[in-house]
């Protein structure tokens, strides 16, 4: 007989729905509802493509792996951690809040570096924050109160699918009965995007000239006239227009992502975009929200901060935490060569990172914590399964706006294969045993 169970949470993207119904028949997942087509895959999923049930170990990457237990994968693993000078433990992103805790807690025991994804994703956009201030509001003010919404090098018809649906623009909210009609739209990005094609005003910036745009935008509130008839490739014109449509808006909220994050200028274009967020607020209530990726990408950074005061690239080789991104983060110190042995769980830099850190993993140990056959986990040494979070086990994840939901166990873990947390206290229990 099928079994509904619901108002689980999507352990996907940084939307982090939290109305999905789960559909169990047999110990097994048979469907969902409400799910979008990435969330419903993540479900129906779990158990498909490579799935480990059991350790790996291999002494040389080109050998074959042999399946070993969770004792010895574990014991090798500290062995490693303990001998080595500067060891990077990264991924954390789709890990549940207590594992990420207990991480912070081994990355200090090791004196080792303490990275996430933000260092690939929205690490720039915490940077603008530590420089000019985090003006923000949560999606259900969005929600009940934007009568304007701006997507800035953001695509959530492709990355938060139900993001519009749920929060920003089709929505009825308390103040917006009528939804979208109640709303405007306004999206800046090069591409005519699928969201771009929903938007009521497109802004088709040039590639890396958002820097540019955020600055004219500013000048324009403030009353200086632009003496030019294009602004990064946008009539001038066009740019009144949408600064007045933001100036007389009600309620506004700027979404920005990875075509800010990862574009020329990087943090600066963010330090910026906030500015101008701010100049808003001297005419009109204005917020802004990075569209965090992964579903517990937030969750990370606020559990790192609380513990060690820093968000991410936190280096504990001097005893204490030191946080110097640009020198302490992932890609600096696996591209310089300064890493002589990596943990990476709940991730997959293996796919994800640029080919020069990738000739640096594959010179060093390697462990990788995952569920799944990943491009990771082909450069590994040591591969330890895990449970899946948000289907197998709970937790607590950080929504992109920042507000905790308790992530629930659908079906029972997999006999044998323990989870995040288990596996990173077994370390620090044996990490602590070597001292
Ligand atoms: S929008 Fe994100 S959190 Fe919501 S169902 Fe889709 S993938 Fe999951």
Not at 162 to 172: D, E, I, L
């Amino acid at each position: 007989m099928v079994k509904v169970v619901k108002n689980v949470v999507c352990p996907f993207c940084g939307t982090l729905c939290d109305d999905i119904e789960v559909l169990v028949e047999d110990g097994h997942i048979v469907g969902t509802r409400n799910a979008c087509r990435i969330g419903n895959a993540k479900f129906m999923h779990y158990e498909g493509s490579v799935r480990y049930d059991s350790p790996l170990m291999r002494e040389n990457k080109k050998d074959e792996f042999k399946k070993v237990d969770y004792e010895t994968a574990i014991e090798e693993t500290a062995r490693l951690l303990v001998e080595s000078k500067l060891p990077l433990i990264y991924g954390w992103s789709s890990a549940e809040c207590h594992a990420q805790q207990l991480g912070v807690l081994l990355g200090e025991k090791v004196n080792g570096v303490l990275d996430n994804t933000a260092s690939v994703c929205h690490g720039p956009s915490l940077l603008a924050v530590q420089d000019v201030g985090y003006p923000v509001a949560t999606l259900g003010e969005t929600k009940n109160r934007a009568d304007t919404v701006l997507f800035w090098g953001s695509n959530p018809m492709h990355a938060h699918p139900r993001h519009m649906s749920r929060y920003s623009v089709f929505a009825r909210g308390f103040f917006r009965e009528r939804g979208r009609k109640d709303r405007q739209m306004i999206v800046v990005d090069p591409r005519k995007t699928d969201t771009a094609k929903l938007a009521d005003v497109h802004l088709q910036v040039e590639p890396h000239k958002d820097y540019e745009l955020v600055s004219a935008m500013r000048a324009a509130l403030k009353g200086f006239k632009i003496e030019s008839d294009y602004v990064a490739g946008i009539p001038t014109e066009t740019v009144y227009e949408a600064v007045d449509l933001c100036k007389n808006a009600q309620f506004g909220t700027l979404f920005f992502s990875m075509g800010v994050t990862m574009s020329r200028g990087k943090h600066r274009i963010i330090d910026n975009a906030i500015q101008l967020i701010v100049d808003l607020n001297a005419h009109t209530k204005f917020s802004l929200m990075p569209m965090r990726g992964h579903y517990n990408v937030n969750g990370f950074n606020q559990v790192s901060t609380w513990i060690t005061g820093y968000p991410y690239g936190v280096d504990f080789s001097r005893g204490y935490p030191r946080y110097n991104p640009g020198e302490t983060a992932s890609n600096d110190l696996l591209q310089r060569g300064e890493t002589d042995m990596m943990l990476n769980i709940a991730s997959d830099p293996g796919a994800h990172f640029p080919q020069k850190a990738l000739e640096h993993m594959v010179k060093i140990p390697l462990v990788c914590i995952d569920p799944h056959q990943t491009p990771t986990t082909e450069l590994a040494n040591i591969v330890m399964p895990t449970a899946l979070t948000g289907v197998e086990v709970s937790g607590t994840a950080y929504r992109m706006d920042g507000v905790p939901i308790e992530l629930r166990k659908v079906v029972d873990v997999p006999e044998g294969l323990l989870s995040d947390a288990e596996i990173i206290s077994g370390l620090l229990k044996e990490v602590k045993k070597m001292e």
